[in-house]
């Protein structure tokens, strides 16, 4: 499990509305005989928990599986080319979302690299966003 240093690039966009989060971070990126797993922490503004943060990459780029754990659990599988039930935790309770998968991409090149994910979420079937996200990390 090597230790890394993450920038994380997230867009969100509906119709003529987008938004962009960055977030920088250390974290680790284990490597097994059939996937990539990254871990890293997402501080909250008080007097929430830290969010824990596990993005698990299948090295065939078929499917990817993030999960975030603290006040509430999410699990957000993007299976590329297919539409997945996922269910995301909130303070109100769960909500059962559809995430169609459009492109999981790897890039890695010794100790560094990134990840690109590209996926849609519907709610009760209704297009909610378009979504990406880039994951790059950096060994330190």
Do not use: W
Request: aromatic fraction near 8%; hydrophobic fraction near 35%.
């Amino acid at each position: 499990m090597a230790k890394v240093l993450l920038e994380i690039v997230g867009s969100q966009r509906l119709d003529e509305e987008s938004d962009k989060i960055e977030l920088t971070t250390v974290g680790t990126l284990e490597e097994t005989d059939k996937s990539y797993v990254i871990k890293y922490n997402e501080q909250q503004a008080p007097p929430m928990a830290p969010v824990a943060v596990s993005v698990t990459v299948d090295k065939t780029e078929g499917i990817a599986e993030m999960t975030r754990e603290g006040g509430f659990y999410s699990c957000l599988t993007i299976d590329k080319n297919e539409r997945r039930l996922c269910r995301y935790g909130t303070e109100y309770g769960d909500i059962l979302m559809g995430i169609s998968g459009h492109s999981i991409d790897i890039d890695i090149n010794g100790g560094e690299g990134s990840f690109y994910l590209a996926y849609d979420i519907d709610i009760n079937g209704a297009l909610a966003s378009r979504n990406d996200i880039k994951l790059s990390f950096k060994e330190i």
